[in-house]
């Protein structure tokens, strides 16, 4: 994921000019310094010289920055001008790309989680599936970013995806094409009397369109809106700054999050202001293994004020924030600068959020379906009831069960984010790019094929029925 804070140029630049004075001094006193750069300088000369193909000084100097950046950590690397431009489209909320979020493992391209409704989520790819070609070229020994440069092209062209799933799975290949995705990162919709949410990306719309659906749900459930359901599966996170202001809607004080540098006095803490939009209803929000970054900076901060019970499966772990330092006159550098800490000063880096509640993806089949029993009705010579009125009084209808599809019906939600112009890092090292669906642990969000019923999403119906409980059993303390 990309922690990126949106009104920092400025910032970023004087960290830069900070951060070269530095070296200059160091480099001054420190003769390996220069026998170093002489290294540098000799392996520079002689790659450009005797290569078997030409190559530019810019290609090689951009790769040396590259290899510099990336061998640090799994999110740091550096942008060309192209990909900054392309960085910064996708944080607005629109961009071109196949639609997904992507890492590197063992040398290949994994998919993290797919953003809905894009080519690769129509698709069918899902996370965990690991990409081992692109167009009949194979991927290994590609870098992250050389994979998600062969990810983008121009809008409706073909690109051939081969796909290997699970360990033992037999490649397979997909075409997809490219598409512009526009991003709406919230949609929402009511299942019975309670409001779903879910978010699917942090970018610069998502605050606004979570208040839109805050009002939304309450204008049509009015006094009968019995709580929410925050959804952040496979939410590989965004912007720093909206993971802070959606905490912050569910929160009236505290903090949010903190972040902690290399040096003590570059940390700082968030922490919410006066105002608890949902009116202290009751929230379950649901997180899986493609949670990532934002994501599990809400989730940590609801869980540790107690504000939110969390339900679904451990999230991804990535508890680092990455800078975006502009270079003039070339592109920018992603760099990581903190570690993030929910409130409590748990780091959930390599942990991830644990729930408060662990629910699996299932199946759920009812094996009384075809069971003819027996009741005190049927018997012989039973008691009649007395009281009449209960006689003929039919049974409440059960609820409907819950589906995991943001597209449903009632949602005035519009289409989902997209990917990356072909991608560029955004999750947990995850470079949003190109493919699909979900993992075998986390629910698919995508619309089911038309005229089938949605999927049954076992993780929200728990939800669902918790808070549904939460509401009796509060309704019956006031009534004592």
């Keep these: 994921m990309r922690m990126i804070k949106r009104a920092a140029t400025a910032a970023a630049l004087v960290f830069l000019g900070a951060g070269v004075a530095t070296v200059t001094a160091q480099s001054s006193n420190s003769s390996d310094t220069y026998r170093q750069l002489n290294l540098f300088g000799d392996v520079f000369e002689r790659v450009r010289a005797e290569y078997v193909e030409p190559v530019t000084d810019e290609q090689l100097i951009e790769s040396a920055i590259n290899g510099m950046l990336t061998s640090l950590d799994p999110h740091s690397s550096y942008l060309n001008k192209k990909s900054f431009q392309d960085m910064q489209v996708q944080t607005r909320g629109e961009f071109g790309g196949l639609g997904i979020e992507v890492t590197m493992e063992n040398g290949l ?12 989520f129509r698709a069918g790819l899902q996370p965990g ?42 490649p397979f290949t997909v075409s997809l094409t490219r598409a512009v995705i526009k991003v709406q990162s919230v949609r929402f919709r009511t299942e019975g009397d309670i409001g779903y949410v879910r ?52 929160l009236d004080k505290g903090e949010i999050v903190s972040t902690r540098g290399r040096k003590a006095e570059e940390g700082t803490r968030f922490n919410a202001k006066p105002g608890d939009l949902i009116k202290g209803l009751p929230l379950v ?19 540790d004020h107690k504000r939110a019970i969390v339900m679904g499966t451990q999230s991804f772990g990535k508890g680092s924030v990455q800078t975006i330092i502009p270079l003039p006159g070339h ?17 959930i880096q390599q942990l991830g959020i644990t729930p408060d509640i662990e629910v699996h993806v299932a199946k759920v089949e009812d094996l009384d379906k075809n069971v003819v029993r027996r009741r005190e009705a049927d018997l012989k010579g039973a008691l009649v009831n007395p009281d009449a009125a209960n006689q003929n009084k039919p049974r409440p209808a059960a609820p409907a069960p819950a589906t995991t599809n943001p597209a449903a019906p009632g949602t005035p939600a519009a289409p989902n984010p997209g990917a990356v112009p072909g991608a560029t890092n955004s999750a947990p090292g995850a470079t949003p790019g190109a493919a699909p669906a979900a993992p075998g642990a986390a629910p698919t969000d995508g619309a089911a094929a038309e005229g089938d019923a949605p999927p049954f999403d076992f993780q929200l119906a728990r939800a669902l029925d918790l808070l549904r409980g939460v509401a009796l059993f509060q309704q019956r303390s006031a009534a004592r």
């Design 331 to 347: 592109g920018a550098m992603r760099l990581t600068t903190a570690r993030y800490y929910t409130p409590s000063g748990r780091s």
């Design 199 to 250: 978010i699917t990306s942090f970018n610069e719309q998502t605050q606004s369109g979570l208040e839109k659906a805050i009002a939304s749900i309450q204008q049509q459930l009015g006094d009968k809106l019995k709580g929410y359901v925050l959804d952040l599966r496979n939410n590989p996170g965004g912007l720093l700054d909206q993971a802070v202001s959606v905490s912050d809607t569910f």
């Design 109 to 120: 391209v994994k998919v993290v989680s797919p953003i809905d409704d894009t080519p690769a």
């Design 285 to 303: 929000v649901l997180i899986n293994g493609g949670s990532a970054s934002a994501s599990e900076i809400v989730a940590g901060a609801l869980q």
């Design 129 to 170: 599936d690991l990409i081992v070609q692109l167009n009949g070229d194979p991927v290994m020994g590609l870098s992250l970013n050389e994979a998600v440069e062969k990810m983008r092209g121009p809008i409706g062209s073909e690109l051939k995806v081969t796909v290997r799933r699970g360990e033992a799975g037999e």
